[in-house]
């Protein structure tokens, strides 16, 4: 069934070439925008083909009674997404295994949805999901995707979850091979300011070399969210079940090593945001962010490079961001939306500078001043490590700003927007990752001394960041080289 290369059709064509093969045949359950995805293939024609079933339980108590209560008494939630693939799944299995589970894969997709309300106030977004088997009687695979509807009318919403169920049955059917090649067919069709995908999991054997932190960094390659984030396990996460209410320190860095000084500027400044009587320490999220722009190498990505600093911050217990927010105030809009609780952004001298850079706000009409709105919102703080310049210490208050934003700056600082890390080691502000980088390609003996024990020891075991070292021809390797076949020149 498998395609070996990626075709643009359109989503009637997919529908009605998943009608027409014989062997894949499954059940549709969907919840809170209609049946469009089922409808797209009885539209198409010969959907007794593809369809066992299709089911739609919109009422609460029948919702419950067919697939168990949520505990959170939430019915948009990958929990209940769950519970429909288990469910639809092992009664198509029940009924039909014996019939035709020799000669037929079977499929359940499920979808649970909230479109846009008559008012227009609530937030559209939805989870997806599709449990398949590749081969007649073979293991059934997960892909489970979130997405937000953009469309500002409900029946262009419903329209447009119909197209991503048609792309996603149909990637799965025929890009199963090739994850990123499934990836970027769900967005056939669609443009990116109709629908957003935000997480992406690809779960069972077919997909047993697949490393879902790449799925996240190619949602924001490809344009289909800004952001996508991941925990210290490695697993994908849904931005806003992670941060909904909660208090959101961001550290930005290449992180090419992590190295002390990243560790106590981390360190550091959470405990002075933990200090502020507005954060709750029990609601507190810390994020490592990368942006797409400090993983490139010329125009595109290293990809093992992206996997070996992940592979190092999610060791020492980090939940890691990728975004697309080159600018800081795009990032504090994003997470503005996520959380009305305070946000803390800890960072250092340079990109102090760099945020006070007036060029970069030449796209605004207000200028730095509409970017700086909303940047320093009124639940935003910057918490400021010092640097170490020509030997001397550079902090807020030592920082010469133009004549023309002196007073700008000052008011921030006045107003308690922002404020020097204070309890910071001083030796650490001599270390450079550029030159820690390169005694780690040298070998260069003591360079351990630079970076936490745990992440030298994972540097010599796993050869990263390129130190030459011999990796065990017996060891799995998880990485872009082995699951892609290639990987680009080294950064």
């Not at 027409?20 to 359950?29: C, E």
């Not at 550290?251 to 550091?268: E, W």
Request: hydrophobic residues 40%; contains cysteine; proline residues 4%.
């Amino acid at each position: 069934m498998a395609s070996t290369s990626y075709e643009t059709i359109s989503t009637k064509q997919k529908a009605l070439r998943i009608n027409l093969d014989k062997q894949v045949y499954g059940s549709f359950a969907e919840i809170g925008a209609g049946q469009d995805v089922a409808a797209n293939f009885f539209k198409a024609g010969g959907a007794s083909n593809t369809i066992a079933k299709t089911i739609s339980a919109y009422d609460m108590t029948f919702s419950d009674s067919i697939y168990g209560p949520e505990e959170s008494g939430r019915y948009v939630v990958e929990s209940r997404l769950l519970k429909m693939l288990t469910r639809e799944y092992n009664l198509l299995n029940v009924r039909l295994s014996e019939k035709r589970g020799a000669t037929t894969c079977f499929f359940a997709f499920a979808d649970t949805v909230t479109t846009i309300n008559y008012q227009k106030t609530n937030e559209s977004h939805g989870w997806m999901g599709l449990r398949f088997q590749s081969v007649p009687g073979g293991p059934t695979n997960d892909v489970i995707i979130h997405l937000r509807m953009l469309d500002n009318d409900a029946i262009l919403q419903q329209q447009a979850l119909g197209v991503v169920g048609v792309n996603l049955l149909y990637g799965c059917t025929y890009y199963a091979h090739s994850p990123e090649i499934l990836l970027r067919s769900l967005m056939d069709d669609l443009t990116n300011d109709r629908i957003e995908i935000d997480m992406i999991r690809f779960d069972g054997p077919d997909f047993g070399k697949v490393d879902n932190r790449l799925m996240s960094l190619y949602l924001v390659k490809n344009g289909f969210t800004n952001a996508a984030l991941f925990g210290p396990d490695g697993k994908n996460l849904q931005p806003s079940e992670v941060l909904y209410k909660k208090n959101v320190a961001v550290v930005r860095g290449r992180f090419r090593p992590y190295a002390l000084v990243h560790q106590d500027m981390l360190d550091s400044g959470v405990q002075q945001f933990l200090e502020d009587p507005d954060v709750d320490p029990q609601r507190l999220v810390v994020l490592s962010e990368l942006t797409l722009q400090n993983l490139q190498d010329g125009d595109d990505i290293n990809e093992k490079d992206f996997l070996d600093r992940v592979d190092v911050l999610c060791s020492i217990g980090q939940t890691v961001m990728v975004s697309n927010y080159q600018e800081y105030y795009k990032l504090v809009a994003y997470l503005s939306k996520l959380t009305r609780l305070k946000i803390g952004l800890i960072l250092g001298i340079p990109n102090l500078e760099y945020i006070f850079e007036e060029s970069h706000y030449t796209n605004l009409a207000g200028g730095i001043l509409e970017a700086f709105a909303t940047l320093f919102s009124r639940k935003v703080k910057l918490y400021v490590y010092p640097a170490l310049k020509d030997g001397h210490l550079v902090n807020c208050f030592k920082l010469g700003m133009p004549t023309t934003q002196r007073d700008l700056f000052n008011y921030l600082i006045t107003n308690n927007k922002l404020e020097d890390i204070h309890n910071f080691n001083k030796q650490n502000l001599r270390i450079i990752s550029d030159q820690v980088l390169a005694k780690i390609k040298s070998a260069e003996p003591g360079w351990e001394v630079y970076v936490p024990t745990e992440v030298a020891r994972m540097i010599k075991e796993k050869c990263l960041f390129g130190y030459p070292c011999e990796l065990d021809p017996h060891e799995p390797i998880d990485s872009a080289e082995e699951f892609f076949g290639h990987t680009d020149a080294a950064m």
